[in-house]
């Protein structure tokens, strides 16, 4: 199977390139960069250097052959590629936010006009498997609700307010450096940003919904000395009280049959590099702390962009994605 991979000069880019080299059945053919066009893929992303031979290209839409392609492009630009990658017959992946959302919202929150909207299942397996097994087209989800929607999901219908704070890693603000990342900015400090206005909100929100649940949603994210990685914890204020045995079970049997949801102790390092959610959760009457901890460039990312990938073309669907975490 021939994988094009757009933008994949980037984190989520070099990552995608990982982690397809430990696929049965893939092979990376094309990796776009207009920047870095003709070098070789180690400059860019040297710890690939001696498993990939590709160098960066910049071809035109009409030029890319591949069976399958991942838009690991930023938000606002995947729109550009969507259809015309789809009228040639190949089955897309978009990283980017351009398909998560409905039309309207994805238009007040990223204050652009979408240029060709078509709805498209949001890939979060665990929760869209179904809508996802066979398609054409696949949106994948942002980090931050990944993290966040698997911590709350088993209780959503309960809940009547959910408050996710979710601390994350620098990598997640993508390979640009900026005032914000800068590291005396970032070392030795946790830093709140959007406090109240994420744009990942939207997607929380719109999943909660979809759930079945009509709590209120509130969220806020800050910025940690770590390269990668999501720690959430979800408050959910239900509206009857229940007990550390119920939600534990209700946990056990919601993800029973998942294979990169584990209920354990979230720590950080244990996820990174991996396509694993870890999970544990606390109840204390009508309030239950969950946490969720994932790699934002992992399941928050390019792990769980191949793991769609594989229920779309017919893989295992842990197929080139069952690797343990780097702990230490």
């Given at each position: 199977m021939?994988?094009?991979?757009?933008?994949?000069?980037?984190?989520?880019?070099?990552?995608?390139?990982?982690?397809?080299?430990l696929h049965?059945?893939?092979?990376?053919?094309?990796?776009?960069?207009r920047?870095?066009?003709?070098?070789?893929?180690?400059?860019?992303?040297?710890?690939?250097?001696?498993?990939?031979?590709?160098?960066?290209?910049?071809?035109?839409?009409?030029?890319?052959?591949?069976?399958?392609?991942?838009?690991?492009?930023?938000?606002?630009?995947g729109?550009?590629?969507?259809?015309?990658?789809?009228?040639?017959?190949?089955?897309?992946?978009?990283?980017?936010?351009?398909?998560?959302?409905?039309?309207?919202?994805?238009?007040?929150?990223?204050?652009?006009?979408?240029?060709?909207y078509?709805?498209?299942?949001?890939?979060?397996?665990?929760?869209?498997?179904?809508?996802?097994?066979?398609?054409d087209?696949?949106?994948?989800?942002?980090?931050?609700?990944?993290?966040a929607?698997?911590?709350?999901?088993?209780?959503?219908?309960?809940?009547?307010?959910?408050?996710?704070?979710?601390?994350?890693?620098?990598?997640?603000?993508g390979?640009n450096?900026?005032?914000?990342?800068?590291?005396?900015?970032v070392?030795?400090?946790?830093?709140?940003?959007?406090?109240?206005n994420?744009?990942?909100?939207?997607?929380?929100?719109?999943?909660?919904?979809?759930?079945?649940?009509?709590?209120?949603?509130?969220?806020?994210?800050?910025?940690?000395?770590?390269?990668?990685?999501?720690?959430?914890?979800a408050?959910?204020?239900l509206?009857?009280p229940?007990?550390?045995?119920?939600?534990?079970?209700?946990?056990?049997?919601?993800?029973?049959?998942?294979?990169?949801?584990?209920?354990?102790?979230?720590?950080?390092?244990?996820?990174?590099?991996?396509?694993?959610?870890?999970?544990?959760?606390?109840?204390?009457?009508?309030r239950?702390?969950?946490v969720?901890?994932?790699?934002?460039?992992?399941?928050?990312?390019?792990?769980?962009?191949?793991?769609?990938?594989?229920?779309?073309?017919?893989?295992?669907?842990?197929?080139?994605?069952?690797?343990?975490?780097?702990?230490?």
């Amino acid at each position: 199977m021939e994988i094009a991979i757009i933008g994949a000069s980037g984190y989520a880019g070099g990552e995608l390139i990982r982690l397809l080299l430990l696929h049965s059945d893939a092979e990376v053919v094309c990796a776009t960069s207009r920047k870095l066009a003709g070098k070789p893929i180690e400059h860019a992303h040297p710890h690939l250097k001696g498993f990939v031979s590709l160098s960066f290209e910049n071809p035109s839409i009409d030029a890319i052959d591949a069976d399958v392609a991942f838009l690991a492009v930023p938000h606002t630009t995947g729109m550009a590629y969507a259809r015309p990658l789809l009228e040639r017959g190949m089955k897309v992946v978009d990283l980017s936010a351009d398909y998560r959302l409905p039309k309207e919202i994805f238009e007040r929150i990223y204050a652009v006009p979408h240029s060709d909207y078509f709805e498209a299942p949001y890939g979060i397996p665990e929760l869209h498997r179904k809508k996802i097994r066979g398609m054409d087209f696949v949106s994948n989800p942002g980090c931050f609700p990944t993290g966040a929607i698997l911590a709350a999901a088993p209780l959503a219908t309960q809940a009547h307010t959910v408050i996710f704070d979710s601390k994350t890693g620098v990598s997640g603000a993508g390979d640009n450096p900026s005032e914000v990342t800068h590291y005396p900015n970032v070392g030795d400090n946790v830093n709140p940003y959007k406090w109240t206005n994420h744009r990942h909100l939207a997607e929380m929100r719109m999943e909660l919904e979809r759930l079945g649940s009509g709590a209120a949603c509130y969220f806020t994210p800050h910025l940690v000395p770590v390269n990668r990685g999501i720690l959430t914890t979800a408050h959910i204020l239900l509206r009857e009280p229940t007990s550390q045995q119920e939600v534990e079970e209700r946990y056990r049997s919601y993800y029973r049959d998942e294979p990169f949801v584990r209920l354990q102790n979230p720590v950080l390092a244990a996820v990174r590099g991996s396509n694993f959610c870890d999970i544990r959760v606390e109840a204390d009457g009508r309030r239950v702390v969950a946490v969720s901890a994932i790699d934002n460039l992992g399941k928050g990312a390019s792990g769980q962009a191949i793991q769609n990938m594989n229920l779309m073309c017919g893989y295992q669907e842990t197929d080139g994605l069952l690797s343990p975490g780097l702990l230490p």
